[in-house]
């Protein structure tokens, strides 16, 4: 198994900056890309932003060019830095790995961090 925990979430006005980080531990051999998902309540879990272990990287389009993914490959830690944020923003944030086990991927996600946007 493979545990996630996020952690930097928090309050923040409009405009604003917030950094999110993850931190994986546990049975890792290898993990193939980590990302970022948000969920707000009657929504489905939609992707924020992902990046492989070769450090390639993909966005939704709500959120480039502004929010930045970068990824420490040692340390099994992915960041998450959000500027200008919006109201819009706001949403439990998850973290989100796999790991290739045997001949699948498995994933794994983190328990959620909130992050409020105030207007």
């Known amino acids: 198994q493979v545990q996630l925990v996020e952690s930097g979430g928090g309050l923040v006005q409009a405009g604003g900056s917030l950094g999110l980080s993850c931190a994986a531990s546990?049975?890792?051999?290898?993990?193939?890309?980590m990302g970022w998902y948000r969920q707000v309540p009657g929504k489905q879990r939609e992707l924020v932003a992902r990046?492989?272990?070769?450090?390639?990287?993909n966005y939704a389009d709500s959120v480039k060019g502004r929010f930045t993914i970068s990824r420490d490959n040692a340390k099994n830690t992915v960041y998450l830095q959000m500027n200008s944020l919006k109201p819009e923003d706001t949403a439990v944030y998850y973290c989100?790995?796999?790991?290739?086990?045997?001949?699948?991927?498995?994933?794994?996600w983190g328990q959620g961090t909130q992050v409020t946007v105030s207007s």
């Open positions: 990046i492989t272990s070769g450090g390639s990287t």
């Open positions: 546990g049975r890792i051999f290898s993990i193939n890309s």
């Open positions: 989100n790995a796999d790991q290739l086990e045997g001949s699948y991927y498995r994933d794994y």
